[in-house]
């Protein structure tokens, strides 16, 4: 079994998983729903989950 996580090295958010939600939620400062729905619209790719919720309009 692994000790450390591979969530901080990762390139995908997965959904599926309570603790990637919680680690990528505390690093976009989003909630769940918000997570969920940026994900939906940019894919499972953080760059593009980043990209995307830097261009919501109260991103700052």
């Given at each position: 079994m692994e000790e450390t996580s591979s969530t901080a090295t990762a390139q995908f958010i997965d959904?599926?998983?309570?603790?990637?939600?919680?680690y990528w939620c505390r690093i976009f400062g989003v909630d769940p729903a918000q997570l969920r729905e940026a994900v939906h619209h940019a894919g499972h790719q953080v760059q593009e989950v980043r990209r995307y919720l830097s261009q919501l309009p109260n991103a700052g």
């Amino acid at each position: 079994m692994e000790e450390t996580s591979s969530t901080a090295t990762a390139q995908f958010i997965d959904l599926t998983q309570q603790m990637d939600v919680a680690y990528w939620c505390r690093i976009f400062g989003v909630d769940p729903a918000q997570l969920r729905e940026a994900v939906h619209h940019a894919g499972h790719q953080v760059q593009e989950v980043r990209r995307y919720l830097s261009q919501l309009p109260n991103a700052g």
